[in-house]
């Protein structure tokens, strides 16, 4: 069999965190992601239910409604937006 590499980003805390885990599982992080891969395969879809909840399901309304509005506030860059929700000051948000 043949394999390929494959990058992805993902954020710092949560690779140490399921590495832990993992770790007591007797996996690596690459065993573990085959091991998902494979379930994809074999559901044919993601292997767990994905639901939202109010907090979540607002977050993606809230998204949706902003695509629609043309005069919805953008930001210029990932470090402004960062800015913004480092900051979480309300006043940010508007231009």
């Known amino acids: 069999m043949s394999t ?4 992805i980003r993902v954020d710092t805390e949560v690779k140490e965190k399921v590495e832990q885990i993992f770790q007591k599982l007797g ?9 998902f891969l494979r379930a994809v395969i074999m559901e044919n879809g993601i ?19 902003s695509a629609a509005d043309i005069s919805a506030h953008g930001y210029l860059s990932m470090d402004e ?9 309300e006043s940010l948000c508007v231009r």
Do not use: H, Q, Y
């Open 27 to 35: 996996l690596s992080l690459s065993e573990a992601i085959n091991l």
């Open 47 to 65: 292997p767990f239910p994905l639901t939202l909840n109010d907090t979540t399901t607002a977050a993606v309304e809230e998204g949706r409604n």
């Open 4 to 7: 390929t590499e494959m990058n």
């Open 81 to 89: 937006l960062k800015d913004i929700l480092e900051n979480d000051d």
